[in-house]
């Protein structure tokens, strides 16, 4: 009984590695494949990019993890002396910070206010509001143009900047967080003679500490690699995050695409190793959609 | 009965009325601003859907033109297939992996992380490397004639939806995981000790009570999954362009060549059909969790 339990085990153990060996294989290979000079670059990976450089070409792909020689080719050439991915960059940056800060902060407000009252106008209005967060994007993402145009914010950062700040996915998340929060707490508070906002910001907002972390790690990593909203409501190349440009580099830069990737990873990668816990935590607190 | 009847006449003291007020401070930021971004977009939709070029009220024409239009019917079904098939895979491979990781193998929290790492990968670099995986000379096609076997244009053939359901699962996967297994730990423990000292076997254990207890997690996965399978649009774009091999041309790419000739109208119209579409859905996994759960409470 007991070997067969131990034979079980290591085909689990072995599955899941197998399966983890394919999922970290392009996250690796974006991250190695950044160190190879664009030579070497051009010689494994020519034949699937027609049109890279000169130099040997070879007829297949060669995949390959480890750079022959390491390289910083990439990565000079890309942040020196083109400083336009750095342009792009900080373009991104310009645009998450707000959302991320601005949607948790109109989604702790609102959650407060769907978490404190109930009633049938406010269940009402919560349950449009996941019906409005499991939309797909195409639905209203060309009308979101339009409006933009009508409140003439269309082409500016802030035809982004606003609708992420109002996305309700956080409200819908931090609500049920919230909800958690042992009642008495903010019975104790209110005979105490509270205010409600002193409720919220000394009571609520401790509380959920961990929770406004969490999503504003899930948020983050959502805007961070958006492609089509900048596209079509941020037109304008000079005013696009990265995440949008980096789609653009030509087939005859693969390396260079392999760096700035690595480099736009960055901050995802080590929110990811610092917060994983949180954002574990974030995902798993979603649950059932009725909770 | 009593109690219920009391807390419906409280409701109308001023009270009440003046908690009413304050949550409407507290809620009225968020509610201007889905009203603007979200559900404004939407009436206009529903506004173009409904009228011609000249504004003109034609009632359900839009919808008749759209239906009749083949490049639609195309596009609604190949989105429909992608989604029926990709969907339940995510579902049931998310399950798989969660029971995995659940029982105790080393290093378990590592595998954790390795599957949520997709999330964090450009989208620019993911299709950088399933062009290098599946292209005609990349290097599955490699292996392929290594063994002997004739190459095969992944990307240019019938065969090109399996690659973009490839692309969907590992990039989603890791996350459904993570809600099973959240949904595995709210699974009481004493119900499976009375099943083992029952004497019941690891399938009835599971079809009898885990996927009972997991009825919610499934309904939520269901319909992150499906929202996601419309987001893979993105890759499918940056990988083969505005017009693909034809098994892959799905809705989105439909309504992106819409909005580039401007036809605001066939536009619209779809987006409303994928609006009710999806409202229907969910619906139905509502009614089908709701009987799947019946007797479990939460």
């Known amino acids: 009984m007991r070997k067969k339990r131990y034979f079980g085990r290591t085909l689990d153990f072995l599955l899941c590695a197998v399966f983890a060996l394919a999922f970290l294989m392009p996250t690796v290979l974006t991250i190695t494949n950044s160190f190879m000079s664009e030579a070497e670059i051009n010689a494994n990976y020519g034949a699937v990019f027609a049109g890279g450089g000169g130099g040997y070409v070879s007829k297949n792909v060669n995949l390959k993890f480890i750079p022959d020689k390491v390289s910083f080719s990439q990565y000079i050439g890309g942040l020196i002396k083109s400083p336009e991915y750095l342009v792009k960059f900080w373009n991104s940056v310009l645009l998450v910070v707000p959302i991320v800060a601005a949607q948790v902060c109109v989604a702790a407000v609102a959650a407060y206010g769907f978490t404190r009252w109930r009633g049938r106008v406010r269940s009402f209005i919560f349950f449009f509001y996941v019906i409005l967060m499991l939309m797909p994007y195409q639905v209203t993402l060309v009308p979101n143009y339009l409006v933009s145009e009508w409140l003439h914010i269309l082409n500016t950062s802030w035809a982004i900047i606003l609708p992420g700040a109002f996305a309700p996915f956080s409200v819908f998340l931090l609500t049920k967080f919230m909800r958690r929060i042992p009642y008495a707490l903010i019975e104790a508070a209110k005979v105490d003679g509270a205010t409600e906002w002193q409720i919220f910001t000394r009571i609520c907002l401790p509380q959920c500490r961990s929770a406004l972390y969490s999503i504003a790690i899930l948020v983050f990593i959502d805007y961070w690699n958006m492609v089509e909203q900048p596209l079509i409501l941020l037109p304008s190349a000079d005013k696009q995050p990265l995440s949008v440009f980096l789609s653009n580099i030509n087939a005859g830069e693969i390396g260079l695409a392999f760096a700035m990737a690595t480099v736009y990873m960055l901050p995802s990668l080590l929110i990811f190793l610092h917060g994983e816990e949180y954002l574990v935590e974030g995902i798993a607190h979603q649950g059932s959609v009725k909770g | ?298």
């Open chain 2, 1 to 298: 009965m009593k109690e219920n009847t009391e807390k419906r006449r409280r409701h109308r003291s001023p009270e009440q009325r003046r908690d009413f007020l304050r949550s409407l401070c507290f809620l009225s930021p968020s509610v201007l601003g889905v009203s603007v971004f979200f559900v404004l977009p939407f009436a206009v939709v529903v506004y173009y859907s409904l009228t011609d070029l000249g504004g003109q009220f034609v009632f359900l024409d839009n919808f008749k033109n759209l239906f009749r239009n083949q490049v639609f019917r195309l596009a609604a079904m190949n989105t429909l297939r992608f989604s029926a098939a990709a969907v339940p895979l995510a579902v049931i491979l998310a399950i798989v992996l969660a029971l995995l990781l659940e029982a105790r193998i080393p290093m378990k929290s590592y595998f954790r992380t390795f599957f949520l790492s997709p999330m964090m990968v450009p989208v620019a670099s993911v299709v950088l490397i399933w062009q290098v995986l599946f292209s005609y000379n990349g290097t599955l096609n490699v292996l392929l004639t290594h063994y002997g076997a004739d190459k095969i244009d992944w990307l240019q053939s019938e065969y090109a939806p399996i690659v973009v359901v490839l692309l969907f699962l590992w990039k989603n996967l890791g996350y459904n995981m993570i809600l099973f297994m959240a949904g595995i730990a709210n699974i009481p423990k004493e119900l499976l000790e009375v099943a083992d000292v029952a004497g019941a076997g690891e399938l009835y254990k599971f079809f009898h009570i885990k996927l009972r207890y997991l009825s919610p997690t499934v309904l939520f996965v269901t319909i992150l999954s499906l929202i996601n399978s419309f987001k893979v649009f993105r890759e499918v774009y940056l990988l083969t362009g505005n017009y693909p091999y034809t098994s892959l041309y799905t809705l989105q790419h439909f309504m992106n060549n819409m909005f580039g000739s401007m036809d605001y109208q066939k536009l619209s119209a779809a987006a409303v059909i994928m609006a009710i579409a999806m409202v229907i859905l969910i619906a139905a996994l509502f009614a089908a969790e709701d009987w799947f759960g019946r007797d479990v409470e939460g």
